[in-house]
């Protein structure tokens, strides 16, 4: 009997697809189950799914594990509906891998320092600590791999909310360029207080610098092009926030999904194949293999739920909205370095907490004027 029901199937394909689908469905079985098999078993104790998504910058250049991009997904399977919480990479830290501490966008690059493979256990923990919620999985993509794999499927479309332009956006591999400055030019900029600041290395390394701009409305974005959307922080006027940086980030994520689920791509089997040899070059994740189409199957059944998006920042001090969030005074506690804590004090995520508990279980929650 199954050997009949497997040729009806074969012939199916051969009719309304052709050979060439047959032989790659064979070579995927997860595309295979996609289709014939919509019943998701991921294994849970309870009703969300949470997952950790990062985004590194990968390459040669320093920091090629520190994570540009922190975002924690919830998904309610009953209720139909995704919660998206970005998290600012300055977040501050106490005692992520030692008694001084960290921001958290260190805590994948430290992990993979103490045990290959520890990255995602160390940042899933400490997120897991900031939101007060148990990560099931994680996923870390280097950027490369999401520029190609947004080529792979023909870019995307996305509404650009205000005319977008950052006149100092880094220009990858030019990160060391001197620019033509002298050696002893250049150690006499680095003993200034302020030559960290990115205008002001802009300004004595224009070379190293570039001017990107969108126009408000639809935008049809390649990869390259989607990923100095998201990974803007200098843009001119209100997109220059971490706020306003988070909200695209989530953008391009709903773009790539409803992209990556449509049937062009889905019943494409050299896209499907192509995405899969990127993906799994440029990903490192704690789902097991076996639980790939599940996450796929996963993806399609939820491609028609509501998705929140949220972001915890230091509010909006033109519009008086409040955050969760304070810059506090540089200082050695910090490193002097520029970073976010929580405004109820250094390492108390209870009302960060509180409020994600409550966007999960009630949505549209609201931050207080005052702690």
């Known amino acids: 009997m199954r050997k009949k029901i497997l040729i009806i199937i074969g012939i199916l394909f051969l009719v309304f697809f052709g050979k060439v689908i047959i032989t790659t469905l064979r070579l995927s079985p997860v595309l295979f189950q996609l289709i014939f098999n919509n019943k998701v078993e991921i294994k849970k104790s309870d009703g969300n799914i949470n997952i950790l998504l990062l985004g590194i910058g990968g390459g040669n250049h320093d920091g090629t594990n520190l994570s540009d991009t922190m975002i924690f997904a919830s998904i309610d399977q009953i209720k139909n509906k995704v919660i998206l919480v970005s998290i600012p990479r300055d977040l501050w830290i106490p ?3 030692d008694s001084h501490g960290g921001r958290i966008n260190e805590a994948y690059a430290d992990g993979e320092e103490i045990k290959k493979g520890g990255g995602l256990i160390l940042a899933e923990a400490t997120v897991s ?7 099931d999985y994680g996923v870390r993509v280097d950027f490369a791999g ?42 006499e900029f680095t003993k200034t207080a302020s030559a960290s600041a990115e205008q002001n290395l802009a300004m004595f390394f224009p070379c190293r610098y570039q001017h990107i701009h969108f126009d408000k409305g639809l935008n049809h974005m390649n990869g390259t092009e989607a990923l100095e959307y998201v990974r803007s922080r200098h843009a001119v006027g209100s997109e220059g926030t971490d706020f306003a940086r988070s909200a695209r980030q989530q953008k391009i994520i709903k773009a790539a999904k409803d992209k990556v ?21 440029s990903i490192d994740t704690d789902i097991n293999q076996n639980e790939f189409d599940d996450f796929i199957r996963l993806a ?45 004090g250094p390492g ?14 009630v949505g ?7 702690p």
């Open 300 to 344: 399609d059944k939820m491609k028609g739920a509501a998705i929140t998006n949220t972001v915890l920042d230091y509010g909006d001090p033109e519009t008086g909205r409040p955050g969760l969030l304070v810059n506090p005074v540089s200082s050695a506690d910090y490193g002097y370095a520029w970073v976010l804590i929580p405004r109820i």
């Open 146 to 187: 999401f520029v190609k794999a947004v080529d792979m499927v023909g870019g995307l479309d996305v509404i650009v909310d205000n005319t977008f332009d950052d006149n100092i956006y880094p220009i990858e591999g030019k990160e060391t360029d001197s620019c033509g400055k002298t050696d002893a030019a250049i150690q």
């Open 261 to 281: 689920l449509s049937l062009g791509i889905l019943l494409n089997p050299g896209k499907v194949m192509g995405l899969y040899d990127i993906l799994q070059n």
């Open 129 to 135: 600590k900031v939101l007060g919620q148990p990560i």
């Open 95 to 97: 005692n992520v891998t």
């Open 364 to 370: 549209n929650c609201t931050v207080s004027k005052a």
């Open 348 to 361: 108390n995520y209870s009302e960060i907490a509180k409020y994600v508990a409550c966007e999960i279980t």
